[in-house]
Nanobody, 122 residues
Framework: QVQLVESGGGLAQPGGSLRLSCAAS????????MAWYRHIPGKQRELVAA???????TYADSVKGRFTISRDNIKNTVTLQMNGLKPEDTAIYLC????????????????WGQGTQVTVSS
């Protein structure tokens, strides 16, 4: 059983900062891509930032220069540092990991956290 558990999020003022963390645990053999997505009700889920196993990063244009994604390959964690927050960043943020689990053999799969609310408002 593999789980992604998120922490962080909450309420911030415009221009403020928040930090999201996500830890993958369970019967994990290897973790490939880790990422953060966000979902605004009524809109499609959007990729915010991703980091590959080798460290290459990808960002949505809307967050470039403001958000930073990083990972710890020993702890299987991914962190999203969000600076310069804007009201349009308000959303549910979901942690994602593509990883290989081990149990009765090895299996590659996509896993999601439960989501954490980020609200940016004065």
């Amino acid at each position: 059983q593999v789980q992604l558990v998120e922490s962080g999020g909450g309420l911030a003022q415009p221009g403020g900062s928040l930090r999201l963390s996500c830890a993958a645990s369970g019967s994990i053999f290897a973790v490939n891509t880790m990422a953060w997505y966000r979902h605004i009700p009524g809109k499609q889920r959007e990729l915010v930032a991703a980091v590959a196993g080798g460290g290459n990063t990808t960002y949505a244009d809307s967050v470039k220069g403001r958000f930073t994604i990083s990972r710890d390959n020993i702890k299987n964690t991914v962190t999203l540092q969000m600076n310069g927050l804007k009201p349009e960043d308000t959303a549910i943020y979901l942690c994602y990991a593509r990883l290989i689990s081990r149990g009765f053999g090895y299996r590659s799969g996509d896993y999601w956290g439960q989501g954490t609310q980020v609200t940016v408002s004065s």
